[in-house]
C-alpha cells in the first residue's frame, strides 16, 4: 500500500491527509501541539471576497469536505465588513473537533504531540522521518504543512517578542522544516519596509470583557465596526506589518473592526491595551489569553519552500508541500487548496502516475502559479497573497475569474474534465 506521511496538522496538513487517504494511501499525520489546525485555531474568516470563488472550485473539483465542515460549524453566513463581502465565520471553539472526526473517520493516523525532528535520505530522496519520541516513519512520500511560523526567537528576532501564540512553541516547540532538514534552502517572506517575515494580522479580545451593546451586536451580526477617535489612531502605517494585505485598508485603521468567531476577533496586528481601553465601550477589555494582542502575535513566513506548481519540492524527489510553506499564501482556504493538491499528488507520485497541475482557467490553477512567478521577483516577496484581497484578488478580478455563480464555477471545473478529480481512488 503507498504510504504517506504529512508533517504539521494545520489546514494544510489536514488537508493533505484527507486528499491522500481518499486517494488511497496509508497516512499518518505528525502534529507537535496537542491539537490540529494549528493557526487555523484562531482564524475563522473564510468565503470573503474570491475565497468564495475559491471554495466553490475546489468542492467542484471533490475537494470540498473541509470547507463543508466549516460551513456547518459557521456562527455568522453571507455577512459584510469593510472591503469584504460574502464571508462566513466559522466557531473556532468548534471547528477542531469536526475536523479531527472527519480525519479519523478517514482511518488517517493521527499522531499529536509528536514533533519530526529529522530526515533519514537516500540520495535526493527521504526515506524515513525521525520523530520526537524516538521512533522513525518510513514514507513513499512525505507532504510538509508545517506553516511559517515560531519558534519563539524568530518572534523576538524578527517582531515584538514572543506573543505567546496558538502555536505554542514553550510548551511543544518550535516548528521543524522538513525541507531544511532535507537539504532545501528555503525563503523568507518580507514586510512592506523589507525587514523579514510578516505579523498575524488579528488578535482576540474576550467578548466578555467588552460593551454589553457591542456584544449584542456582535452576536446578532457578526459584525461590530467602531469608530476610534481621531487622538487615538494609530495611522495606516501600523497596518503595513500584517501578514493578510487584504485588511490593511483605510476603514482598519480609522476603527476597531471586531468579527464574531466565538471570542471577538480584532482585526489588528496589535493593539495597546491601555489605548484601546480609552475608546468607548472597550474600557474594560482584555485580550484573550495566551495571546498578548496588545503588543504582538506570531511571526510568520519565516520558512518558504521552493516549489513548483504541482506542489512538489525542489530538490528533493519525494517532498510535497502546502499552505504557508508553499509560499506567500495567507489564509485557511488557501492552506486548504494547497494542501489538497499537495497531497493528492504524493499518491500519484506513489504510484508513477503523472501529477496534476490544476490549468489556469482555474482560480486555484491560476493562484498557484502566479504566487510562484511572483516570488521570483524581490517585489513580489514583500507582498502576500490571499483570494480575499490585495494582489491576488485584483489579479484574478482582472482576468475575470471572480464570481458567486456556484454553476459558472462548476462549469469551469467540467470544461477541463477535472469534475471530482480529487474524489477518484488512485491506489486500490
Ligand atoms: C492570528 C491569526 C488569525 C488568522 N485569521 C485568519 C482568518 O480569519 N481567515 C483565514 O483564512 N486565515 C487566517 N489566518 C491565516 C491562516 O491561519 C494561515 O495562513 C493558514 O491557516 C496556514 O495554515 P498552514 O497549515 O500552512 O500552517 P499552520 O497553521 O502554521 O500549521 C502548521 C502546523 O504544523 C505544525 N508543525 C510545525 N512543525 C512541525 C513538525 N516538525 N512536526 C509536526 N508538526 C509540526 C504546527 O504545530 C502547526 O499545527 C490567521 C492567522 C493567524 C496567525
Redo the contacts with the bound molecule.
Keep these: 500500500m503507498v504510504k504517506v506521511l504529512v508533517?504539521?496538522?494545520?489546514?494544510?496538513?489536514t488537508a493533505a491527509a484527507l486528499a491522500a487517504a481518499k486517494a488511497g494511501a496509508d497516512v499518518t499525520l505528525?502534529?507537535?501541539?496537542d491539537m490540529?489546525?494549528?493557526?487555523?485555531l484562531?482564524?475563522?474568516?473564510?468565503r470573503n471576497n474570491g475565497?468564495w470563488t475559491a471554495t466553490e472550485e475546489a468542492i467542484a473539483l471533490g475537494g470540498g469536505e473541509l470547507f463543508q465542515i466549516a460551513d456547518s460549524v459557521s456562527r455568522h453566513r453571507d455577512i459584510e465588513f469593510p472591503g469584504h463581502k460574502h464571508a462566513s465565520l466559522y466557531d473556532i471553539g468548534k471547528i477542531e473537533p469536526a475536523v479531527k472526526i472527519e480525519l479519523l473517520a478517514r482511518r488517517i493516523e493521527i499522531r499529536l504531540e509528536?514533533?519530526?525532528?529529522d530526515v533519514i535520505k537516500d540520495g535526493s530522496r527521504i526515506v524515513a522521518v525521525k520523530l520526537s519520541d524516538g521512533s522513525s516513519v518510513d514514507a513513499d512520500v512525505v507532504v510538509e504543512?508545517?506553516?511559517?511560523?515560531?519558534g519563539m526567537a524568530n518572534c523576538g528576532k524578527y517582531g515584538n517578542g514572543c506573543a505567546m501564540?496558538?502555536?505554542r512553541c514553550p510548551t511543544?516547540g518550535g516548528?521543524?522544516?522538513?525541507a531544511a532538514k532535507a537539504g532545501v534552502e528555503e525563503k523568507m517572506g518580507q514586510k512592506a519596509d523589507g525587514s523579514i517575515g510578516a505579523m498575524?494580522?488579528?488578535?482576540k479580545l474576550l467578548k466578555e470583557s467588552l460593551a454589553p451593546e457591542i456584544v449584542k451586536q456582535l452576536d446578532e451580526t457578526g459584525v461590530a465596526v467602531v469608530p476610534i477617535p481621531e487622538a487615538l489612531q494609530k495611522g495606516e502605517e501600523a497596518l503595513s506589518s500584517k501578514?493578510?494585505q487584504q485588511y490593511a485598508l483605510p476603514e482598519f485603521a480609522a476603527n476597531v473592526i471586531l468579527l464574531d468567531t466565538g471570542h471577538a476577533?480584532l482585526m489588528a496586528p496589535y493593539f495597546p491595551l491601555e489605548t484601546l481601553r480609552q475608546i468607548p465601550g472597550f474600557e474594560e477589555a482584555r485580550y484573550e489569553d495566551p495571546y498578548s494582542g496588545g503588543l504582538g502575535?506570531?511571526m510568520?513566513y519565516l520558512a518558504l519552500a521552493p516549489r513548483d506548481d504541482k506542489l512538489q519540492v525542489q530538490g528533493v524527489d519525494n517532498l510535497f508541500c502546502?499552505?504557508?510553506?508553499a509560499g506567500l499564501?495567507?489564509?485557511?482556504?488557501?492552506?486548504i487548496i494547497t494542501?489538497t493538491l499537495a497531497g493528492h499528488n504524493a499518491v500519484r507520485q506513489a504510484l508513477n502516475l503523472d501529477l496534476l497541475e490544476l490549468p489556469r482557467t482555474l482560480m486555484i490553477g491560476e493562484a498557484i502559479a502566479y504566487v510562484r512567478e511572483r516570488m521570483e521577483t524581490p517585489e513580489g516577496m514583500g507582498q502576500k497573497f490571499t483570494f480575499?484581497g490585495s494582489v491576488l484578488f485584483n489579479h484574478l478580478k482582472e482576468l475575470g475569474m471572480y464570481t458567486t455563480d456556484k454553476e459558472e464555477v462548476a462549469a469551469r471545473v467540467d470544461t477541463v474534465n477535472l469534475t471530482g478529480v480529487f474524489n477518484q481512488q488512485l491506489a486500490k
Design positions: 508533517v504539521g496538522g494545520g489546514w494544510s496538513g505528525v502534529e507537535r501541539t490540529l489546525l494549528g493557526t487555523g484562531v482564524g475563522g474568516i473564510m475565497r509528536t514533533t519530526a525532528k504543512a508545517t506553516g511559517s511560523a515560531g501564540c496558538v502555536l511543544f516548528r521543524v522544516s522538513i498575524s494580522g488579528s488578535c501578514a493578510c476577533k502575535n506570531s510568520r502546502g499552505g504557508e510553506k499564501l495567507v489564509g485557511h482556504t488557501e492552506a494542501g480575499s
